[in-house]
């Protein structure tokens, strides 16, 4: 069965008090990644970058602000998610746009940049999102990717199990009461592709000059890469 339904209907649960949680999870932390995120996808000039899977569109803002040429596009498939990003940035230009990351509503080579976070470990299928990035992108355009990367199996491990086991599922009951949303969460990173595999499925979808950096004690990878 798809993922997508799901995914979907949990994120619409989880709406008003994402940013919070987000916030005490990464102890902090979150905003420095997507501020890599969108200086890795570089400016956009007066053309159009587009953050996918941007729910209360941090990396959408901060992509507007560094950019103000730029045209910016922040787009989800869950509604909550883009009404919540809507009230927080009113005073910024961005347009919220409603849609599936597997099927994109735009036209071939139309961006200068294409971002995300925390898209691919909740798709069945990281290959076909990637390619339709790639169809989206122009010559040349950008792609980065912020997500989670299960840890390696160094002397950190058991503390960042245990952590992710007990500690993000208790912090998601108290500040969201919703465990199960957030136990979610960490068994969607526990399964998720390496840093290596994630590289390797970005070349495959016809990226070039692919790379990654780690943060968090390796636990969050950001992926990036160019379209030929
Ligand atoms: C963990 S949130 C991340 C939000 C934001 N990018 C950030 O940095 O905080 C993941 C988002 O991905 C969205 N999402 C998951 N699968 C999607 C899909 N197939 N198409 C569009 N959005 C999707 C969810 O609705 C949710 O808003």
């Known amino acids: 069965m798809s993922k997508g339904p799901g995914v979907q209907k949990m994120f619409d649960a989880i709406a008003p008090n994402y940013d919070l949680m987000n916030r005490v999870m990464t102890m902090g932390q979150d905003q420095g990644w997507r501020r890599f995120v969108v200086a890795q996808a570089g400016d956009p000039g007066n053309g159009w970058a587009l953050d996918l899977a941007t729910g209360t569109g941090d990396i959408a803002s901060l992509m507007a602000h560094s950019h103000p040429s730029g045209h910016v596009i922040g787009a989800d498939f869950s509604l909550n998610m883009l009404q919540e990003a809507q009230k927080r940035f009113q005073k910024q230009s961005i ?3 409603a849609c599936d990351a597997n099927h994109l509503p735009y036209g071939d080579n139309n961006f200068e940049s294409v971002t995300f ?3 691919l470990r909740n798709v069945d299928n990281s290959l076909q ?3 339709e990035v790639y169809r989206v ?3 040349g355009g950008r792609v980065v ?3 989670t990367t299960p840890p390696q199996k160094n002397f950190l491990y058991p503390f960042i199990r245990f952590y992710f086991r007990f500690g993000i599922p208790f912090l998601g009951r108290l500040i969201a ?3 199960a949303a957030y136990a979610y ?4 990173t526990m399964d998720f592709h390496t840093a290596e595999e994630l590289a390797a499925i970005f070349t495959e979808a016809g990226f070039v000059e692919v790379d990654y950096r780690k943060f968090m004690m390796g636990t969050i990878g950001v992926h990036w890469g160019r379209k030929r």
């Open 95 to 97: 347009a919220w746009q």
């Open 117 to 119: 976070g925390y898209l």
């Open 129 to 131: 999102v990637l390619r």
């Open 137 to 139: 992108l122009k010559p």
């Open 145 to 147: 990717c912020l997500d």
């Open 177 to 179: 009461s919703d465990e």
């Open 185 to 188: 969460l960490t068994g969607s």
